[in-house]
């Protein structure tokens, strides 16, 4: 079993960077594609971001390319994603996952999901 821990969520205003982390436990995830996920108020939950087991490769939504960053520290056991330029269309609860196949935008590859940190942009 893998536990996900997020953290780094917050207030911040339009412009402004959050950086957001996933730290995991269990066993270790260097071998996980990881993915990071968001559900805003109402909406469905949509992919983020995802990055390959050695970090090599990244995937991110149209909406956010050129703005976040995901990364991960394999050491750490640790996953993150720099969120730059925040809109107000980001507010969203933001989930990690880990997924033992290669990294995708499905959630269904994804097989063990943390709780979710808010991430709140005010215009």
């Known amino acids: 079993q893998v536990q996900l821990v997020e953290s780094g969520g917050g207030l911040v205003q339009a412009g402004g960077s959050l950086r957001l982390s996933c730290a995991a436990s269990?066993?270790?995830?260097?071998?996980?594609?990881m993915g990071w996920f968001r559900q805003a108020p109402g909406k469905e939950r949509e992919f983020v971001a995802a990055?390959?087991?050695?970090?090599?490769?990244?995937y991110y939504a149209d909406s956010v390319k050129g703005r976040f960053t995901i990364s991960r520290d394999n050491a750490k056991n640790t996953v993150y994603l720099q969120m730059n330029s925040l809109k107000p269309e980001d507010t969203a609860v933001y989930y990690c996952?880990?997924?033992?196949?290669?990294?995708?935008?499905?959630?269904?590859?994804?097989?063990?999901w943390g709780q979710g940190t808010q991430v709140t942009v005010s215009s």
């Open positions: 996952a880990a997924s033992r196949r290669v990294p995708g935008s499905r959630e269904s590859g994804y097989d063990y």
């Open positions: 269990g066993r270790t995830i260097s071998s996980y594609a």
């Open positions: 990055i390959s087991w050695s970090g090599t490769s990244t």
